[in-house]
């Protein structure tokens, strides 16, 4: 019996011992494998960690992780620069869910989870890990979904799921993979309904979330039913008590039951978000309208897009089909085609099963859709509108060039697919052998394929190119004006713009140049007046070479009918020849004038409507809508400027050219090509002096007069003088300014707190800022006491996400780039 006492005490002396040497030397191993890192260094009384360049990558995670790479293996380090968690994992990501904190790890091919701490919670068994809410987190194995329990690392439900979505409100939707009906559990693992028959179920928002079923959306509670029927073909979830639906192009405001609350009609675009909790913006459709030479709408057009007017008529596209419409915007061919071109000789072709035709005004079909074009076919060369010019079509049959006279009747077919261009004067340009020619009505070739490039032939001359120099030839063949120019465009009323060296001008018919090279952009003459660029800006020129009307556009078309398009700050209007805007700029797009009328497109429309009561503050008037800043929103009309409240007031007219946001009770206003300021009345507080301005930041904006920055104080008195070659705004209490082309910092007294000594500097976070030298290294400093942090040394930097953390690299003699990390920890 003592024997056996004996021999049991030594069992369990053996055993613990085992224990100890176990437990001993695991602490050994991971010992011995965290002296593989360098320490943590703190910096500035522990205000900032050093974790020196040792790592192959580093990137952020969640808000309370960063992760590390090393030969290949992932690991993980917190917010106070210690490694949590060693460098195992071959790949990791952030955990979609209404949490951060859980992050997804592979390992051997198999995911799990670690917590915020870096501890694993889930083992590394699943194929993948997706979203989570509570203790549940959604896993895949054996390619079905269930879920685990992160607190006990346990499958609480077994994976059936052939889909899930994303956790809302704690519940989540998943589809099952044998009759492919959804159930909802929520975020304890509870069963809340079963085998619901619908094609989707989105998220769930103040405890409804949209469902769709027969290609319909409506809407279900948690325990999947129905509250609002299916009978939306659009929707926008639920918010302050209100969802956007849609339906036949009408849009509703609706409210948890289903009833009515707002009906916007058919002439909205889009609703969207606005930044403020109560207000949404409305967006008007932007309807194509035709306007005569006042301005006037003549008519609306409700199609979905309409074409140029070409010999009275113009094609229009509904539901995806073609037609065509007559001046007064009456329809005379229903839209019925796949495609159409213009009309061309009183004929247009049309595209029908694939194969194109062509038909008359009338839409009768007069060449029966049989050919194809040249669509596909070295397009940036050849791509031409199908059409008839000199009476003659170019088109391709059977995979052969064909050309065909107005009923139809192949007059030249080619033995072979041959890259003709339209007709023009008679002849038409040809490309073999990688040379440009021209052939005649016979297919006969007349001028051999010699030139690098040519153009149609216009009034009786085409321009052509030969060893990178551009002249003109005849319907010969020969070169009536020498090649010379660096490029040419086709002649138009007697004149052809040429370009030698960077500089456009013209010349006439025998090759003198009669308006010298000066512009650095031009257009043909038409109606007597050509465009011309200068300084980015467009205006006109008469034949003379005389500017008759400055330029000062952005864009312009040329003369049609006495007018030509003009447009400033993306909006059109029209100009007669003497520069006078008789149509105020005001179309997103427009056309010249064609017998009298031109389409135009009007703007879209924003108007704000309170989601909260469905109340429309404002109907759609304005063009555009800023964001909301200390309770105001710039609003566009026009090429004007205003602001409206949180309530959808219009507080400000608009009045301005230009406006910041509002900031500290004020805000920038442009008036005149000057800037000042106004506060929320919209009385000026500063006058409009300056040539440009930044936003109140402590008290202080800056401003540039001459050419150099300084700041003023909401008064407009200036409180450091304008002496900087560039400025950044003020960040508690300090700013970045630039002096003799090198960066440094002020306070707001404008004492130097770090003096210009730096290629750049980039603010990290209101403390920490990446400083870079102008060999190319960048260091780090405290922005408010101007301590250097860390010497210029890195030869990279990435700043991360969450802005607590900053990865540096160096690269060693063979290129290869090491990480450390920088890390705010106050």
Known sequence: MKNKRVKILFCILLTLCSTFLTSYADKQVRASSSQQFQSAVKLFGGKYVYVPVQFDEVKEVTEDLLSYKINNKWGFIDKNGNIVTEPKFDWEYTVPGLQSGLVAVQMNGKWGCVDKTGKLVVDTLYEEVSSYSGNLVAVKLNNKYGFVNIKTGKLVIEPMYEMVGVFSEGLIACRKYQDLTWSIIDDKGNLLADKLPFERIGEFHEGLAAAEKDGKWGFIDKTGKVIIDFQYDWY???????????????????????????????????????????????????????????????????????????????????????????????????????????????????????????????????????????????????????????????????????????????????????????????LAAICEG???????KTGKVVIRPIYSYVS???????????????????????????????SCISFSEGLAPVRIKNKWGFIDKKGRIVIKPQYDDVSNFSEGMAAV???????????????????????????????????????????????????????????????????????????????????????????????????????????????????????????????????????????????????????TIIKNQYDLVGEFSCGLAKFRKNNKWGFIDRTGKVIIKPQFEDAKPFVDGVAEVKLNGLWGIINTKGNIIIKPQFFDIVRVSNNLAVVQKTDGSYGFVDRKTGKLLLQPQFDGIRILCWKWAVGVVQKDKSGKEKWGLLIETK
């Open 456 to 486: 149609d032939f216009s009034e009786g001359l085409a321009a052509v190119w030969i060893n990178n120099k551009a002249g003109f030839i005849d319907k010969s063949g020969k070169f009536v004006i020498q090649p010379q120019f660096n």
């Open 533 to 683: 660029l200068i300084k980015n800006k467009w205006g006109f020129i008469d034949k003379s070479g005389k500017i008759v009307i400055e330029p000062q556009f952005d864009n312009v078309k040329d003369f049609s009918q006495g007018l030509a398009a003009v447009s400033r700050n993306y909006l059109w209007g029209f100009v007669d020849k003497k520069g006078r805007m008789v149509i105020m700029p005001q179309f997103s797009e427009v056309t010249s004038f064609s017998s009298k009328v031109a389409k135009v497109k009007e703007l879209p429309k924003y108007g704000v409507i309170n989601k909260i009561s469905g109340k429309i503050m404002i109907p759609p008037r304005f063009h555009q809508v800023g964001i909301f800043s200390d309770g105001l929103a710039a609003v566009k009309e026009y090429d004007k400027w205003g602001f409206i409240d949180e309530k959808g007031n219009l507080v400000i007219k608009p009045q301005f050219d230009d406006v910041r946001v509002f900031s500290e009770g004020l805000t920038a206003v442009k008036q005149n090509g000057k800037w000042g300021f106004i506060d929320k009345s919209g009385r």
């Open 236 to 426: 926008r979830d639920f918010s302050k008590g209100l969802a956007v639906v849609e339906k036949g192009g009408r849009w509703y405001y609706i409210n948890k039951t289903g009833r009515i609350v707002v009906d916007l009609g058919d002439e909205i675009k889009e609703i969207t978000n606005s930044t403020t909790d109560s207000l949404d913006l409305i967006v008007k459709k932007e309807n194509y309208c035709l306007i005569n030479k006042t301005g006037k709408q003549t008519i609306k057009l409700q199609f979905d897009y309409v074409k140029s007017f070409s010999e009275g008529v113009a094609a229009y596209v509904y539901k995806g089909r073609w037609g065509f419409i007559d001046e007064t915007g009456k329809i005379i061919v229903k839209p019925k085609f796949e495609w159409v071109e213009d009309f061309s000789e009183g004929l247009a072709a049309v595209k029908q099963n694939g194969k194109y035709g062509f038909i008359d005004k009338t839409g009768n079909v007069v060449v029966e859709p049989e050919f194809d074009s040249f669509e596909g076919y070295d397009t940036v060369t050849f791509r031409r509108p199908l059409k008839f010019s000199d009476g003659i079509a170019v088109v391709i049959k059977d995979g052969k060039t064909c050309f065909i006279d107005k009923t139809g009747k192949v007059v030249v077919k080619f033995n072979s697919l041959r890259l003709v261009r339209d007709f023009s004067e008679g």
């Open 434 to 440: 990688g040379g440009f020619g021209f052939i005649d």
